[in-house]
């Protein structure tokens, strides 16, 4: 069946550092790519997505390309801030006739960000 | 525009008893999703409900059942509590049409003792 793997936790950047989560997926046909995002407490929040091969998507300095030959989906930023620390979690959903389907999680990956 | 609403935000129930769980989707939605998060299953999905009918189920067990009214407003019931099924529900909401985006509320936090 489909399924996410995205890279342990957690991680530990110092402010300003490059971020890069890693996200990959198995599924047949084309499936939809997230990324969410959790801070404490709180539910989850859509940070970004992509519906098709070679769509990047971004959003407050993150970023992912769907990649199909690697069906890959490495979450990145360039400068972390402190206020990034959260839970990441990708995800991906099958399109059933333009609607989705439910989403199917990556364990997700804990960032902490250090002044 | 209000986002997703889910009440009780915590709940304590004990072993055997039974536990609705109210979800109230952004205006317009008609598509709400279950989903129970535990530090070791992680998110899992439960059901989705599509004008007042189950369109997808998960693999949970007949205990786990939910309902949307006509005002797409959706419950969900858990009977018999086990202890396992302590964690946080989400439930998602998301627009008709190709906009493949499901918009979250802030959980309800169950703790079964």
């Known amino acids: 069946g489909d399924s996410v793997t995205q890279m342990e936790g957690p991680v530990t950047l110092s402010e300003e550092a490059f971020l890069t989560i890693n996200c990959t997926y198995t599924?047949?046909?084309?499936?939809?790519l997230f990324w969410y995002v959790q801070y404490p407490g709180e539910g989850l929040q859509l940070l970004l997505k992509a519906t098709k091969a070679d769509d990047k998507g971004s959003n407050k300095g993150f970023e992912a390309t769907y990649r199909k030959e690697t069906t890959s989906f490495h979450l990145e930023k360039g400068s972390v801030q402190v206020s990034d620390s959260a839970v990441y979690f990708c995800a991906l959903s099958r399109n059933y006739g333009g609607s989705q389907g439910n989403l199917i999680f990556g364990k997700g990956t804990k960032l902490s960000v250090k002044p | 525009k209000a986002g997703v609403t889910q009440t009780p935000r915590y709940l304590i129930k004990t072993r055997g008893q039974q536990v609705t769980l109210s979800c109230s989707p952004i205006s317009g939605h008609r598509s709400v999703s279950w989903y129970q998060q535990t530090p070791g299953q992680g998110l899992q999905f439960l059901f989705e409900y599509f004008s007042e009918t189950q369109r997808n189920k998960g693999n949970f067990p007949g205990r786990f059942s939910g309902r949307q009214f006509s005002n797409s407003r959706s419950e969900m019931n858990v009977s018999t509590l086990e202890l396992g099924d302590s964690a946080l529900y989400l439930c998602?909401?998301?627009?008709?049409?190709?906009?493949?985006?499901?918009?979250f509320g802030p959980g309800t936090r169950l703790t079964v003792t």
């Open positions: 998602a909401s998301s627009a008709t049409g190709p906009t493949l985006e499901q918009y």
């Open positions: 599924a047949t046909g084309y499936p939809s």
